[in-house]
């Protein structure tokens, strides 16, 4: 439940699962087995501190992954990773590209826009979604859900700035990148 003061959250992603901790404990597991299968001697020590290994290294992605790659939208504010933007810094929500990255082919000015988060590009299994700022700064918001946050973006832009608005400014997203 969220409090009286605190923004009603529209869109979350927590970035990874701490299920990925139970990598450690199951691939100790699967060595015994095999070692027990062979016939050979369980060395359990060994088995332990391969679980542990495992288990803070994991433990260590998982959460660099949580803080990184995160995406939270409130009615006040997007965060990705790090950095947040107030929704009132955001004017338009670009329409989906025609062509993807991957493609070789042409593409929307948008897709060659900063990424928002401190990494250096938008997070490998996400999906950049092209977003106009105030000033004219153009940046790729980002989601593995990618169409639950355009959905509730454009919502949210719709509702401040009016649909009239955003369909004048159409021709912004079919500018192509060199």
Do not use: C
Request: glycine share 10%.
């Amino acid at each position: 439940m969220t409090s009286a003061g605190e923004p009603k959250t529209l869109f979350y992603e927590s970035g990874a699962s701490w299920y990925w901790l139970l990598a450690g404990p199951f691939s100790a597991l699967s060595l015994i087995l095999i070692e027990k299968s062979t016939g050979a001697g369980i060395q359990l020590i060994t088995r332990v501190i391969f679980l542990v290994l495992v288990s803070v290294f994991v433990g260590i992605q998982v959460k660099a992954a949580r803080i990184h790659t995160s995406v939270e939208l409130t009615e006040e504010s997007l965060r990705q990773g790090t950095e947040t933007i107030l929704v009132s810094e955001i004017v338009r929500v670009f329409p989906e590209p025609e062509n993807s990255v991957a493609s070789g082919k042409s593409l929307a000015k948008w897709q060659s826009a900063r990424a928002l988060g401190e990494l250096v590009g938008v997070p490998r299994g996400r999906v950049g979604i092209g977003i106009k700022l105030t000033g004219g700064r153009t940046a790729q918001a980002w989601a593995r859900r990618h169409r639950h946050l355009r959905a509730a973006l454009t919502a949210l832009v719709q509702e401040r700035v009016g649909p009239t608005q955003v369909d004048r400014d159409a021709g912004d997203d079919a500018e192509t990148a060199l």
